[in-house]
């Protein structure tokens, strides 16, 4: 029997507005960071974390069994080296890539100063003189503070679906 | 007899050159999957990787599907990852737990741990025909040594011990009292031997990764390079810098606009070897690297490259660590070990870049066939860090294993 739709949109509660404003803003820094990856603006996207800030990546497969990372940066200094490693450090080019993040579920933490998200993410990239191709896809698992007022990663956990990496895998995630 | 590689455009001698055409050529890849592939130890797994009964991996060896698998008396079995019935793999994953049995998902044909044949569904239609030992499915030889599964497809290749060498105790140190805590694969735009090369080359680290290029800045590089016999190489170094912190800083701030951090608090650290406290690379012929590295946590990792075609390979790296080590060494070495490695690292990312533009080079092979592997100009096989003996080693193994089939190539 289908859902009574109308029933089930009667009986849940009310979301708060303030609710409604803090998930609102906690969307917009997740789609500002993939804004800030695929426009290449890798200290901006730096500055969207706390100082002590992390960002990680592992595979399906090493989440599952080892924990095994394949890089974790804590802290605005190593933020820092990665983004001087997209900037230029690394001889590996960069692709114009493109992220696409849905599946936002947010949930906001007692007292209203920090929260946690998970989302999907899929990022296709387009390499010089290739046709576009899916570069990654997986799951952000993403925890916030908000400092003077404004929301900020204090950890991206990024766990990537494939355990097998492409040729070209220094882009941000 | 003359070197194949003899009277090659660069006035060089033989030993000291390479025909691009080994790269691109599919008849070549053909021999090389017939002649050292299956005529080598293969590296599968490390044993700290299948702890329990019925824990098994697969693999994939010049062609050749195998499982290794650990029986219900604790014993390791190799066998064809094949249904002797109709020939579906039994093992799809590239590791897991069987149960104690593998059942073909086709018709239900069921194998133990060793591949020998337990069941077959309704096997009434058979008559008295269907002999179950006939249909066994065939054991590959395995031999381990300090904890590492190798496979051979040949029956006349030397004992592992003997064919590991010179090899055998860097092994022993690297992986002897260690357990394998994670792999990480990814693949690559170009031939094989590119990646393992990469290994023996200690040339471009300063040019290729800039990082790395600035910390040897107005230092006098210190380090061997060492042909150790049947193919097999060794580069050992001491711990190396400019000794100014800064350096890196101004790099940092040249390239970003911005001034690079304090560094945070060092973390653990674990006392190296003290018979051998060098940085090492080993590169075991034909495909078989392992890096030690005595700084902070003792690293100790194991790569192999196995070609997915001509012109397409793929990469494992294993991190390992010591056994019964400390929750936060353990942490530690999860959270930092791959950070230069794999197509995400940051020194690996570039190699993996090198590999696709050599490959892409050889589009010109025809114009431009011969590549230079002439540094190091002592006799012997021990030179510098920089210098090619290690490459050299391999190239004298690799004419062997490949005899006349390097002929008539170009």
Same mark, same amino acid.
């Given at each position: ?72 940066? /804590? ?25 696409? /993040? ?72 | ?37 299956? @005529? ?56 897991? #737990? ?9 018709? %239900? ?116 390079? @060492? ?22 800083? !101004? ?21 190296? #070897? ?8 080993? %590169? ?15 690293? #100790? ?46 020194? !690996? ?21 011969? !590549? ?11 030179? %510098? ?26």
């Amino acid at each position: 029997m289908a859902p009574d739709v109308k029933e089930a949109a009667s009986s849940a509660a009310p979301a708060s507005l303030s609710t409604l404003i803090e998930e609102r803003a906690l969307t917009a820094l997740i789609h500002r960071a993939a804004r800030l990856a695929d426009e290449r603006l890798y200290l901006d996207w730096m500055a969207l974390f706390t100082e002590d800030g992390g960002y990680s990546a592992i595979t399906f497969e090493n989440a599952a069994y080892s924990g095994l990372y394949l890089f974790k940066d /804590v802290g605005r200094r190593a933020l820092h080296m990665r983004a001087a490693f997209l900037m230029g450090l690394w001889q590996a080019p960069r692709g114009k890539t493109l992220h696409l /993040v849905s599946n936002i579920e947010i949930s906001l933490g007692v007292g209203g100063e920090s929260a946690t998200a998970v989302s999907n993410f899929l990022i296709t990239r387009t390499p010089d003189m290739e046709h576009s191709k899916l570069h990654a896809c997986g799951v952000y698992y993403d925890r916030f503070q908000k400092q003077d007022g404004a929301w900020l990663f204090a950890d991206r956990k990024v766990v990537v679906d494939t355990n097998v990496l492409p040729p070209e895998f220094t882009e941000l995630l | 007899m003359t070197d194949v590689w003899q009277g090659n455009s660069l006035n060089l001698d033989a030993s000291r050159v390479i025909d691009r055409n080994i790269y691109v050529d599919p008849k070549i890849y053909a021999a090389e999957r017939d002649q050292i592939f299956a @005529h080598t130890w293969q590296w599968v797994a490390h044993e700290s990787e299948l702890p329990e009964l019925g824990d098994y991996v697969t693999a994939t060896v010049a062609g050749r599907p195998v499982v290794v698998a650990r029986g219900d008396d604790g014993a390791l079995n190799a066998f064809f990852n094949t249904c002797t019935h109709r020939g579906a793999m039994l093992a799809v994953h590239p590791r897991g #737990n069987s149960g104690g049995s593998f059942v073909c998902m086709y018709h %239900a044909w069921c194998f133990d741990t060793e591949g020998k044949l337990m069941s077959a569904p309704m096997d009434e239609a058979y008559g008295d025909r269907l002999e179950k030992a006939c249909y066994d499915i065939p054991k590959v030889r395995m031999e381990t040594f300090a904890g590492n599964i190798f496979i051979s497809l040949a029956a006349d290749v030397a004992p592992l011990e003997t064919f590991l060498g010179q090899a055998g105790p860097y092994i022993e140190m690297f992986t002897g009292k260690h357990e394998a805590i994670g792999r990480v694969r990814w693949t690559l735009d170009g031939n094989w031997k590119l990646w393992h090369e990469n290994f023996r080359d200690n040339y471009h680290p300063m040019y290729a990764h800039v990082a790395i290029g600035v910390n040897y800045q107005g230092v006098t590089i210190q380090g061997t390079n @060492h042909d150790i016999a049947q193919g097999h190489s060794l580069l050992a170094f001491p711990a190396q810098g400019n000794g100014d912190p800064n350096r890196i800083g !101004s790099v940092i701030r040249k390239v970003t606009g911005k001034e690079l951090g304090a560094p945070p608090p060092p973390g653990p650290t674990v006392a190296a #070897n003290a018979d051998d406290n060098r940085n090492l690379i080993l %590169a075991v012929f034909p495909n078989l690297d392992f890096q030690h590295s005595p700084v902070g946590i003792n690293h #100790n990792l194991l790569q192999i490259v196995r070609p997915l075609g001509v012109d397409k390979a793929m990469v494992e790296i294993v991190v390992f660590g010591e056994k019964g080590e400390s929750a936060e060494v353990r942490q530690a070495r999860l959270e930092t070990s791959l950070d230069g490695q794999t197509a995400a690292g940051k020194i !690996s990312g570039d190699d993996t870049e090198a590999v696709r533009r050599c490959a892409g080079g050889f589009g010109a092979v025809r114009e431009v066939r011969w !590549s230079n592997m002439d540094r190091g100009q002592s006799p012997g096989d021990d030179g %510098a860090k920089n210098d090619e003996y290690s490459l050299r080693a391999f190239y004298v193994a690799y004419k062997q294993y490949m005899g006349q089939a390097l002929e008539g190539v170009g």
